[in-house]
Each structure stands twice: as C-alpha cells, then as structure tokens.
T-cell receptor, first 112, second 118 residues
Framework: GESVGLHLPTLSVQEGDNSIINCAYS??????FIWYKQESGKGPQFIID?????DKRQGQRVTVLLNKTVKHLSLQIAATQPGDSAVYFC???????????FGQGTELSVKP | ETGVTQSPTHLIKTRGQQVTLRCSSQ?????VSWYQQALGQGPQFIFQ???????GRGNFPPRFSGLQFPNYSSELNVNALELDDSALYLC?????????????????FGPGTRLTVL
C-alpha cells in the first residue's frame, strides 16, 4: 500500500552544522509534499511544502528537494540551532484536499 | 500558533466508554481533518469534513465518527473505546473551494488531545 518512509530514525548534529533529513515515498501519484516539525507535547508545525511540478523550494534556513525519479524528498536545515531539536515528519498527499500520509519521523538532536 | 484549538487537552477513559473530542478551525478555513498519532508513530488519517459532510475516510472502523458544524468546528466521536485507541488525536484545518480563502493545500494542526484508555 501507500507509504512514506524515512531513511534514518535519529539524527544528531552539532549546533551550527547543516542538517539533512531524508524521506522516501511510494505513491507516484502524490502531487504535494509537506515537512512538519513536532516538538514534545505539541501538534505538528508546518515548515515547508513543495508541489510535484517543482524540484526545489527554499524557505528561511530550510530547503526542500524533491526527486520524483527516485521518489525521494529531503529537508535541509542550514546552521542548525538547539531550537530545531524535534521530530520531523514528511507527508504526501495523493489528491487535492485529501488525506496526508505521514512517515514514522526522524528525531533531530542538536548538540550545543 | 496556528489558530487551531482542541479540547480537552487530556482525557482518561475506560474500555467500553465513549468519548467526544472537539476542534475549532483556523479563521477562514472550512475543512477539518482528524488524525490519530500513536506514540512514536506518524499521524494516521481518520477522516476529513468539508461542508458538514465526510470528505474522505482512512482505515478506521465505524465506531469512529465525526461531525462538522456550520461554523466549521468539528467533533470526533469514538464509541466502545479499546485500549489501542490510546493516542494523541490531532485535528488539522485547511481550506477547500467555496471558503473565503479558496482552495489551499496546507493543513495546519492543533495541539492535540491526549486520550488514555484504561
């Protein structure tokens, strides 16, 4: 069935370094992808999104890359800060307005 | 803050009981989606409500039901609670055609309701 999976369950980086979180998806019909950040005890917080007609999108300190050929999504965080420590989820959507399919998540830990 | 609110924050029930969770959507949004998040897992889609009707459903049994009201707020009802229903229940607000914001893609989540079934 449909699934979105993450390559690494945990990622530990030094403050100031760049972080890369990877995600694989299986539904080639998905047209929209989102990255969320979830801190302990809180709901997922929107970070950045990308449509399937794009391969790169940049935000403030974050960049999302989409490779439809290999069904791969990545989130790059520049100059990672302690406040970036959280669980990061990628999610895909297969039809407009419809359900989001989430992966298991990657826990990012930033060491000062 | 997303402007999406949920109540209650925490809830403890016993097996077999019924529970109602509530969600108020972000201003201008006309669609509410509900998700169940088990500990250590990603959220799983339960269903979505748009124009007061169910607009898509995930792989959840009929004892999971919902409502959407004219002000776009929503309720999630779970009957005959089971131990495995213990989870964080999230609602997400978005906008589909016909709302003041038109159709948007992004779903914004509330803080969730932590349900524990004993």
């Amino acid at each position: 069935g449909e699934s979105v999976g993450l390559h690494l369950p945990t990622l530990s980086v030094q403050e100031g370094d760049n972080s890369i979180i990877n995600c694989a998806y299986s539904n080639s019909a998905s047209d929209y992808f989102i990255w969320y950040k979830q801190e302990s005890g809180k709901g997922p917080q929107f970070i950045i999104d990308i449509r399937s007609n794009m391969d790169k999108r940049q935000g403030q300190r974050v960049t999302v890359l989409l490779n439809k050929t290999v069904k791969h999504l990545s989130l790059q965080i520049a100059a990672t800060q302690p406040g970036d420590s959280a669980v990061y989820f990628c999610a895909e959507r297969s039809n407009q307005g419809g359900k989001l399919i989430f992966g298991q998540g990657t826990e990012l830990s930033v060491k000062p | 803050e997303t402007g999406v609110t949920q109540s209650p924050t925490h809830l403890i029930k016993t097996r077999g009981q019924q529970v109602t969770l509530r969600c108020s959507s972000q201003s201008g949004h006309n669609t509410v989606s509900w998700y169940q998040q088990a500990l250590g897992q990603g959220p799983q889609f339960i269903f979505q409500y748009y124009r007061e009707e169910e607009n898509g459903r995930g792989n959840f049994p009929p004892r999971f039901s919902g409502l959407q009201f004219p002000n776009y707020s929503s309720e999630l009802n779970v009957n005959a609670l089971e131990l495995d229903d213990s989870a964080l229940y999230l609602c997400a607000s978005s906008s589909l055609a016909g709302g003041p914001l038109g159709s948007t893609d992004t779903q914004y989540f509330g803080p969730g309701t932590r349900l524990t079934v004993l």
